[in-house]
């Protein structure tokens, strides 16, 4: 099939190196144009569509006039979107035989949006998968075309599971072609009372409250790895509080009557009590530093048993 890809992110980049492999004619891969410095590395889907001999375009809208003069001349069968940045309108999605197909990381309607994989970590999901769906120019909101179901690991990361769910969701995109260009594909409409949104993640999503439970807290540490981090604070008397990024952390097998951030220990083991439960810090970053582990940061930090984890500013 003569296809056109649209994507920008990591998420993206299994899914077009499988059509490539599975012989389909990718006539263009269309990012999203560069927002970072000069000099910065060249987003994932145009990487590997170079690596790949790929035309890579990147146009400032692919809803513009022009962009959809290009998007004609190109004479495509199939735009396949995934992780790219921009909803496509009807008159966009025409313009090709088949209109566009969606991979999107979640059992749509579930976690409609930008950060599906992020979100169902942060609820602490046990299951999660990819969807692939007929476009509309609503958010997510097309027939569903094909659908797959993988188990959430309790300790894994949203990078970890991104990851995961990118490399199946690439067999899932080949199986929705091939049934496209055979005529088998069949849509089911998605139930909108089931609907649910996943907003864009930002910094100030990451400081933890220390009042939630030690569960949610370890789930906000999985969730916002890589990006953008979980973080707190350790507070000290008459000095500058010092921000900490934490990487990882379990739920300690204790309980504790300490106010939520209280450092209940620290040596071999770094201790927090929370709202409920008790967190152990495992992995840490201080800001300036490279990341290491709890007790690496103990042997030249002073944090003392009834020290505190929190806000900024008390």
Same mark, same amino acid.
């Given at each position: 099939? @003569? ?33 970072? @410095? &000069? ?23 692919? =809803? ?5 003069? @290009? ?24 313009? !090709? !035989?088949?209109?566009?197909? =969606? ?22 999901? !046990?299951?999660?998968? =990819? ?28 990078? $970890? ?11 899932? !995109? ?62 000290? $008397? ?9 990487? @990882? ?18 040596? &071999? ?10 967190? $152990? ?29 929190? =806000?900024?500013?008390?």
């Amino acid at each position: 099939m @003569r296809i056109i890809c649209l994507g920008t992110g990591p998420f993206a980049v299994p899914a077009l190196r499988a059509l490539v492999g599975a012989g389909h004619d990718v006539l263009q891969v269309i990012t999203r144009p560069p927002r970072g @410095r &000069k000099g910065d590395p060249p987003a994932p889907m145009a990487a590997a569509a170079s690596e790949l001999g790929l035309p890579v375009w990147a146009p400032e809208s692919i =809803n513009l006039p022009e962009s959809q003069q @290009r998007l004609r001349e190109l004479n495509g069968e199939l735009l396949v979107v995934c992780d790219y940045g921009e909803i496509l309108k009807d008159a966009t999605l025409a313009l !090709t !035989t088949h209109g566009g197909i =969606n991979l999107h990381g979640s059992l749509l309607p579930r976690y409609r949006g930008a950060a599906p994989v992020q979100w169902a970590v942060l609820n602490g999901d !046990t299951h999660t998968g =990819n969807t692939v769906i007929q476009m509309t120019p609503g958010l997510d909101a097309g027939p569903i075309l094909g659908q797959q179901t993988l188990a959430i690991d309790p300790d894994e990361t949203a990078g $970890e599971l991104e990851s995961r769910l990118a490399t199946a969701g690439a067999e899932l !995109t080949l199986q929705v072609v091939a049934q496209l260009a055979n005529g088998t594909a069949v849509g089911q409409p998605q139930d909108k009372s089931q609907a649910t949104k996943a907003l864009r993640l930002d910094k100030a999503a990451g400081l933890v409250d220390w009042s939630a439970s030690a569960e949610v807290i370890k789930n906000r540490v999985r969730g916002l790895h890589p990006w953008p981090r979980a973080y707190t604070f350790w507070r000290r $008397e008459s000095q500058p509080a010092v921000r900490l990024v934490l990487d @990882r952390v379990s739920i300690a097998d204790t309980s504790t009557a300490d106010p939520p951030g209280t450092v209940l220990e620290s040596g &071999k083991h770094l201790l927090i009590a929370t709202g409920s439960g008790v967190i $152990e810090i495992h992995q840490l970053q201080p800001a300036g530093k490279r990341s290491m582990t709890a007790a690496e940061y103990l042997r030249g930090a002073p944090i003392a048993v009834g020290d505190s984890f929190g =806000n900024e500013v008390v």
